[in-house]
Nanobody, 126 residues
């Protein structure tokens, strides 16, 4: 079992920045890949960013590339999402997810992730 708890969401103006954090517990954190997804009402949950066991490589959705940065601290069992140049269309509930596959690869599909956090709301005002 893996428990994931997100934090850091909130309200920010367009062009601003937020840093989300996800704290993991329950398994050896350095042995699973992590991802961030987001969801708005009426839409499917979509991939945002992912990072493998060691922290490199990383992978981003085109919509956030160059603005968001995913990172992890295996000593602290945390994965962060630094979001900059935020846009109103970034408004969503953001979820972190853990991929416990024994293969150290980055995945972008929902069904490939095994555990999910409860989500944190990010609202970007125009």
């Amino acid at each position: 079992q893996v428990q994931l708890v997100e934090s850091g969401g909130g309200l920010v103006q367009a062009g601003g920045s937020l840093r989300l954090s996800c704290a993991a517990s329950g398994r050896t954190f350095s042995r699973y890949a992590m991802g961030w997804f987001r969801q708005t009402p009426g839409k499917e949950r979509e991939f945002v960013a992912a990072i493998n066991w060691s922290g490199r490589p990383t992978y981003y959705a085109d919509s956030v590339k160059g603005r968001f940065t995913i990172s992890r601290d295996n000593a602290k069992s945390t994965v962060d999402l630094q979001m900059s140049s935020l846009k109103p269309e970034d408004t969503a509930v953001y979820y972190c997810a853990a991929d416990l596959s024994p293969v150290n690869v980055i995945r972008t599909r929902l069904e490939e992730y095994d555990y999910w956090g409860q989500g944190t709301q990010v609202t970007v005002s125009s």
